[in-house]
């Protein structure tokens, strides 16, 4: 687990990648080891949601922005 800029993400397993959003669902408490095996598991809680930043102003479009700047981070290009 870690944050970039504020937002949290955690990453497991080794494949083809899948992002999982974390809102109002904590995944890790699910177990997700039928999808680790297969694939790369990107965990991203957008700012204000889980345990990322609470930004004092939150626009929809800023969700995905977060995940991708996530993504740029982990040099994912493909997911």
């Known amino acids: 687990m870690a944050t970039f800029h504020g937002i949290w ?4 397993g080794d494949g ?3 992002v999982v959003p ?3 669902v904590d995944w890790s408490e699910v177990n997700l080891s039928a999808l680790t095996d297969r694939f790369r598991m990107v965990t991203v809680a957008p700012r204000g949601f889980g345990p990322s930043a609470r930004p004092g102003l939150y626009h929809g479009m800023r ?3 977060d995940i991708r ?4 981070h982990l040099q994912i290009g493909r997911y």
């Open 63 to 65: 969700f995905v922005a």
């Open 22 to 24: 974390r809102l109002n």
């Open 16 to 18: 083809p990648t899948v």
């Open 9 to 12: 993400w955690s990453t497991a």
């Open 69 to 72: 700047r996530v993504l740029d």
